[in-house]
């Protein structure tokens, strides 16, 4: 089966959701994290960016909005649950998961600011 190429405005969409994930990595490296994966995918779901920092683990969801509030109540119920099974993947394979500790975490990435990082979102 042949893949369909995206149309201009998924294209567009696609391109800006890789350019927030970028800026939001970099806003975590500031604040000393170490991006462990980006676009992490499962069949169960998909993590935007694997951080850690020490024994904490952040998986973190990205979204570019126009406000913070848009972002944060962007992330659904459904999205959080399959946030959460692709990290149980993700954690079931590294050999240090017994000490590791997993938060969940929102970074909204707003045109012309500094990108947002909301720790422990849910």
């Given at each position: 089966m042949?893949?369909?190429?995206?149309?201009?405005?998924k294209l567009r969409?696609?391109?800006r959701g890789h350019l927030a994930e970028y800026r939001a990595a970099l806003c975590l490296i500031v604040k000393g994290y170490r991006i462990v994966a980006m676009r992490y995918r499962t069949k169960l779901g998909e993590i935007d960016i694997i951080a850690r920092r020490g024994?904490?683990?952040?998986?973190?969801?990205?979204?570019?909005r126009a406000s913070f509030d848009g972002a944060v109540f962007a992330?659904?119920?459904t999205a959080?649950?399959?946030i959460r099974a692709a990290s149980d993947v993700w954690l079931s394979r590294q050999a240090d998961f017994h000490c590791l500790s997993v938060r969940?975490?929102?970074?909204?990435?707003?045109?012309?600011?500094?990108?947002r990082h909301l720790p422990d979102a849910f």
């Open positions: 042949k893949a369909e190429r995206p149309d201009g405005r969409a696609l391109k024994d904490l683990i952040a998986c973190v969801e990205v979204k570019a992330v659904s119920d959080q649950r399959r969940y975490d929102i970074v909204a990435v707003m045109p012309w600011r500094w990108p």
